[in-house]
């Protein structure tokens, strides 16, 4: 009987990005009803999306909607008056939720429990995740208060990203740019220590390869080359100048010195010089010092 093994290409569940807009209960006992839908599925390898799926939904009781929307973009009673209700949306709902990750904002104490709430009133199953990220909870413990309270408008603020519009697919967009700013923020933090702090531009503990090789280099060293003519361009000997090889700094050319010793042996041949050493001598017997010196500069021409 053969084993059954696991491949290791088994495919990694798409990441679901969801928003529930809901009325707010202003009675004690009163329902949440759900308004509006909006999930954009994700890869979760590449970050980029997949499909998207939003839409009104009409609530049981038209009465819990307001007739002019509190906010700018919010909802109406005459928007959702023809929308589909929640059992005519909840097949193609619970097929976007279903054995994906769930992730949004806050979506742990709100939107995964008005989602339960509605497939129970319906009397059907919910759909079940493979996993929840609740960008809140993340956010808190690795981004911190830096942003304010930690909401959705306010960290969108902090970023530049514009005001929330509190509605479903735009606050799914916005959840998903406010996750990758915060990442980036994080990794660079943690790549460059002294950036949190504010100090990292002042900072000599990053060095490029270029900029360390030079720290090496003798100062001493670094003026001999920079002041170096040996290497010559096949343009600039041209004309006058004749074409020269790249020399090397350990072989300066001959050139580079102002005063250069005969070979004493460039006219004669060592024998003769050997001879001509020997007769000096005799003749010099008995003489001065001086008079010495002065023969002797001709012996070496």
């Given at each position: 009987m053969a084993i059954p093994t696991i491949s290791s290409n088994k495919r990694t569940p798409e990441i679901v990005f969801f928003d529930l807009e809901t009325n707010v209960p202003s009675k004690a006992g009163q329902k949440f009803w759900v308004l509006e839908f909006g999930a954009m599925v994700i890869c979760s390898?590449?970050?980029?999306?997949?499909?998207?799926?939003?839409?009104?939904?009409?609530?049981?009781?038209?009465?819990?909607?307001?007739?002019?929307?509190?906010?700018?973009?919010?909802?109406t009673r005459k928007a959702v008056a023809n929308a589909p209700s929640f059992e005519e949306v909840a097949d193609k709902i619970f097929s976007i939720l279903d054995g994906r990750i769930w992730a949004g904002h806050n979506i742990q104490r709100f939107d995964c429990v008005r989602i339960k709430a509605a497939f129970a009133?319906?009397?059907?199953?919910?759909?079940?995740?493979?996993?929840?990220?609740?960008?809140?909870?993340?956010?808190?413990?690795?981004?911190?208060?830096?942003?304010?309270?930690?909401?959705?408008?306010s960290l969108a603020t902090y970023f530049g990203l514009g005001e929330q519009k509190h509605r479903s697919l735009d606050d799914v967009r916005m959840n998903l740019e406010v996750l990758k700013h915060c990442a980036t923020v994080l990794f660079l933090e943690s790549s460059i220590p002294y950036l949190s702090n504010g100090n990292w531009q002042g900072t000599s503990s990053i060095t490029t390869r270029s900029r360390s090789q030079v720290q090496n280099i003798p100062s001493s060293s670094i003026d001999r080359w920079q002041n170096s003519s040996s290497i010559t361009t096949r343009s600039s000997s041209r004309g006058k100048l004749p074409c020269r090889e790249e020399t090397s700094r350990k072989s300066p050319p001959s050139t580079t010195f102002g005063y250069q010793r005969a070979v004493p042996y460039a006219r004669q041949s060592l024998g003769k010089m050997t001879a001509g050493v020997r007769n000096f001598l005799c003749k010099a017997q008995n003489k001065p010092l001086n008079n010495l010196l002065k023969h002797s500069q001709t012996l070496f021409r």
């Amino acid at each position: 009987m053969a084993i059954p093994t696991i491949s290791s290409n088994k495919r990694t569940p798409e990441i679901v990005f969801f928003d529930l807009e809901t009325n707010v209960p202003s009675k004690a006992g009163q329902k949440f009803w759900v308004l509006e839908f909006g999930a954009m599925v994700i890869c979760s390898r590449k970050l980029v999306e997949i499909e998207s799926y939003c839409t009104l939904i009409k609530p049981g009781d038209l009465s819990v909607v307001a007739l002019k929307p509190g906010r700018s973009d919010g909802i109406t009673r005459k928007a959702v008056a023809n929308a589909p209700s929640f059992e005519e949306v909840a097949d193609k709902i619970f097929s976007i939720l279903d054995g994906r990750i769930w992730a949004g904002h806050n979506i742990q104490r709100f939107d995964c429990v008005r989602i339960k709430a509605a497939f129970a009133e319906i009397g059907r199953p919910a759909p079940v995740p493979a996993g929840i990220i609740d960008s809140l909870g993340v956010l808190s413990e690795k981004f911190g208060k830096r942003a304010g309270n930690m909401k959705m408008a306010s960290l969108a603020t902090y970023f530049g990203l514009g005001e929330q519009k509190h509605r479903s697919l735009d606050d799914v967009r916005m959840n998903l740019e406010v996750l990758k700013h915060c990442a980036t923020v994080l990794f660079l933090e943690s790549s460059i220590p002294y950036l949190s702090n504010g100090n990292w531009q002042g900072t000599s503990s990053i060095t490029t390869r270029s900029r360390s090789q030079v720290q090496n280099i003798p100062s001493s060293s670094i003026d001999r080359w920079q002041n170096s003519s040996s290497i010559t361009t096949r343009s600039s000997s041209r004309g006058k100048l004749p074409c020269r090889e790249e020399t090397s700094r350990k072989s300066p050319p001959s050139t580079t010195f102002g005063y250069q010793r005969a070979v004493p042996y460039a006219r004669q041949s060592l024998g003769k010089m050997t001879a001509g050493v020997r007769n000096f001598l005799c003749k010099a017997q008995n003489k001065p010092l001086n008079n010495l010196l002065k023969h002797s500069q001709t012996l070496f021409r």
